[in-house]
């Protein structure tokens, strides 16, 4: 079986557990990670056996995929960059940081026809999960 190649950029705690996951899969071969502090970069890498990458556009054409975990106002910019070289892209919530910039974002996807997606892995959470049963069902008092 081909291996997927994938690459994530920006290693804050959501980057770190999607390398951590990443590096686990069998079927993934985790091409390296990026991250605008190169102590965190180097670290990351090290701990789990992938290359530090000083800058994105290092990784463009080179992976069929990103998990892009930077800072929301980073998300239109990098995310768009490759989409256009042909990645399929993950993005942590949220999409963008405007309206216009998501729109953006998917009309590039549709373009180059690649996958764009949002994370959102707080809904699978079992206490999100609970905590929203009980607002559903009133019991949580009044939430100002």
Sequence with gaps: MEKIRVA????????????????????????????????????VAKEFSTTAYPNHEVLLGKVSAVILAVPTQDHAAIGCDFLNHGTDLLVEKPIAATIEEAEAMLAVSKECDKLLMVGYSHRF??????????????????IY
């Design 8 to 43: 994530v950029v920006g290693t804050g705690y959501l980057g770190r557990q999607h390398v951590r996951v990443l590096s686990e899969q069998p079927n993934v071969e985790l091409v390296g990670i990026v991250d605008k502090n190169p102590t965190t970069a180097q670290s």
């Design 125 to 142: 959470n079992p206490m999100y999960r609970c905590a929203h049963q009980y607002i559903k069902q009133g019991n949580l008092g009044n």
